[in-house]
């Protein structure tokens, strides 16, 4: 049974040349993700803003890196106070092999956290704002969280991990974190113009382009091969396990929703499928290394069917999330984290593991979704959060960075005026 932590630092592991291009590589997928994420969330946002959106995924990644080494390195993986909050390797010099490999692996994570929230809040949401709430995310938000159940890479342990808290790869860590970042952006910034009737029915804005939420979701499955057999490491034989979790999740997935729209007789849409098998793929994230195949694909199956529902849940409550990414992410990752608790090899259906992951999945709420609400409702009296009404008509790609996705076609915008 596999009893690597992503911060496990074994003996001269990760000093080995062939873990160091392993966890390389990994972080590779891992980055390549950004692409996956910034094709699904362009795709399946208006034309109209396809440039804003992708520019936010690109922004993630920039500027939330830079923060995430100024700061959010040293608060999660720097000596640990108390199994809180880290104390040191803050601009951390990274100076041999295994400290520099490790650095940039994680800091792909860190990006892709703070990358979830922008397909949720996708086509209402200022730049300026969203790339100041992103540089919170991965300097504080996920960090501080992520040094309670990951920390210390150097000294002492965060004090989720000390209680046997399990999420080997993040469902919890970086995916429910996302996930409760975005649902508080939504809530600040309220639905999109025209998104429900003053009766409070959904009514349905399709995005332009549902082929690029295809490859997008691809492109993400294939990163997730990185961002979970990556977590070892260690280029050893523990990958092929953790790889063929992931896979037979992510396809249960994409089943999973297919059923749930079957069952509820809701149209057989793409859209939903492939956020299914994302779901699934959350939905193994964190016990991906301690499962056996039959449970992962269990796993991936229930995340497909919640991934629906939770979207449906979500449109009741007249909130107004772009790509699905609160059900995805969030509850996905809920279940996720209590998959991993139930069905632990050797140690199946334990209460009091369950116990313990029911603790770390109520922390990651409890601190993530306040501080995230505050943030963004921080931000919305100082800076302006929510695009004026002319500009969400007219679309974020021209009125926020004068440039539009495709000229040919939306002449028009270049010639009515910035008003």
Same mark, same amino acid.
């Given at each position: 049974?596999?009893?690597?932590?992503?911060?496990?630092?074994?003996?001269?592991?990760?000093?080995?040349?062939?873990?160091?291009?392993?966890?390389?590589?990994?972080?590779?997928?891992?980055?390549?993700?950004?692409?996956?994420?910034?094709?699904?969330?362009?795709g399946?946002?208006?034309?109209?803003?396809?440039?804003?959106?992708?520019?936010?995924?690109?922004?993630?990644?920039?500027?939330?890196?830079?923060?995430?080494?100024?700061?959010?390195?040293?608060?999660?993986?720097?000596?640990?106070v108390?199994?809180?909050?880290?104390?040191?390797?803050?601009?951390?010099?990274?100076?041999?092999?295994?400290?520099?490999?490790?650095?940039v692996?994680?800091?792909?994570?860190a990006?892709?956290?703070?990358?979830?929230?922008?397909?949720a809040?996708?086509?209402?949401?200022?730049?300026?704002?969203?790339?100041?709430?992103?540089?919170?995310?991965?300097?504080?938000i996920?960090?501080?969280?992520?040094?309670?159940?990951?920390?210390?890479?150097?000294?002492?342990?965060?004090w989720?991990?000390?209680?046997?808290?399990?999420?080997?790869?993040?469902?919890?860590?970086?995916?429910?974190?996302?996930?409760?970042?975005?649902?508080?952006?939504?809530m600040?910034?309220?639905?999109?113009?025209?998104?429900f009737?003053? @009766? #409070?029915?959904?009514?349905?804005?399709? $995005?332009h382009? !549902?082929?690029?939420?295809a &490859? +997008? /979701?691809?492109?993400?499955? =294939?990163?997730?091969?990185?961002?979970?057999?990556?977590?070892?490491?260690?280029?050893?034989?523990?990958?092929?396990?953790?790889?063929?979790?992931?896979?037979?999740?992510?396809?249960?997935?994409?089943?999973?929703?297919?059923?749930?729209?079957?069952?509820l007789?809701?149209?057989?849409?793409?859209s939903?499928?492939?956020?299914g098998?994302?779901?699934?793929?959350?939905?193994?994230t @964190? #016990?991906?290394a301690?499962?056996?195949? $039959?449970?992962? !694909?269990?796993?991936g199956? &229930? +995340? /497909?069917?919640?991934?629906? =529902?939770?979207?449906?849940?979500?449109?009741?409550?007249?909130l107004?999330?772009?790509?699905?990414?609160?059900?995805?992410?969030?509850?996905?990752?809920?279940?996720?984290?209590?998959?991993?608790?139930?069905?632990?090899?050797?140690?199946?259906?334990?209460?009091?593991r369950?116990?313990?992951?029911?603790?770390?999945?109520?922390?990651?709420?409890?601190?993530?979704?306040?501080?995230?609400?505050?943030?963004?409702?921080?931000?919305?009296?100082?800076?302006?959060?929510?695009?004026?009404?002319?500009?969400e008509?007219?679309? =974020?790609?021209?009125?926020?960075?004068?440039?539009?996705?495709?000229?040919?076609?939306?002449?028009?915008?270049?010639?009515?005026?910035?008003?």
């Amino acid at each position: 049974m596999l009893t690597l932590t992503p911060t496990a630092r074994a003996q001269g592991t990760l000093e080995a040349p062939a873990d160091i291009a392993w966890v390389i590589t990994a972080a590779a997928l891992v980055f390549f993700m950004q692409a996956g994420f910034a094709l699904l969330e362009g795709g399946a946002s208006r034309a109209k803003n396809s440039v804003n959106v992708i520019m936010k995924n690109y922004a993630d990644l920039c500027f939330g890196v830079i923060a995430y080494w100024m700061l959010g390195f040293g608060l999660m993986f720097g000596a640990s106070v108390a199994g809180w909050v880290g104390a040191s390797q803050f601009f951390p010099e990274l100076a041999t092999g295994a400290d520099a490999s490790f650095f940039v692996f994680q800091a792909m994570f860190a990006a892709t956290a703070a990358t979830i929230v922008s397909g949720a809040v996708a086509e209402r949401m200022r730049y300026s704002g969203y790339v100041l709430a992103s540089i919170v995310i991965t300097g504080l938000i996920y960090p501080v969280f992520g040094a309670w159940a990951w920390g210390s890479f150097y000294q002492g342990e965060g004090w989720l991990r000390q209680l046997g808290f399990v999420d080997f790869a993040g469902s919890t860590v970086v995916h429910s974190v996302g996930g409760w970042c975005a649902l508080a952006g939504i809530m600040v910034l309220g639905p999109r113009l025209g998104r429900f009737s003053t @009766a #409070g029915v959904a009514r349905p804005i399709a $995005g332009h382009n !549902l082929p690029m939420v295809a &490859l +997008g /979701g691809f492109i993400l499955w =294939l990163g997730w091969f990185g961002f979970n057999g990556g977590s070892t490491l260690a280029a050893n034989g523990d990958v092929g396990i953790i790889t063929v979790n992931t896979h037979l999740s992510g396809c249960a997935g994409f089943v999973g929703a297919q059923l749930a729209q079957r069952l509820l007789r809701q149209p057989m849409l793409m859209s939903i499928s492939v956020n299914g098998s994302i779901a699934g793929l959350v939905s193994i994230t @964190a #016990g991906c290394a301690t499962m056996s195949p $039959g449970f992962a !694909l269990f796993s991936g199956l &229930l +995340g /497909g069917v919640l991934s629906v =529902l939770g979207v449906n849940l979500l449109e009741r409550l007249r909130l107004d999330d772009v790509v699905g990414a609160v059900s995805v992410h969030g509850i996905c990752g809920v279940w996720g984290t209590l998959a991993a608790g139930l069905f632990y090899r050797g140690d199946l259906f334990d209460p009091a593991r369950l116990g313990v992951q029911a603790v770390g999945i109520l922390a990651a709420f409890l601190w993530a979704f306040p501080a995230a609400w505050l943030t963004y409702w921080l931000l919305s009296r100082i800076v302006g959060l929510r695009a004026p009404t002319l500009h969400e008509q007219r679309g =974020l790609d021209f009125t926020e960075h004068d440039e539009i996705g495709y000229p040919e076609f939306q002449k028009e915008l270049t010639h009515g005026g910035r008003k």
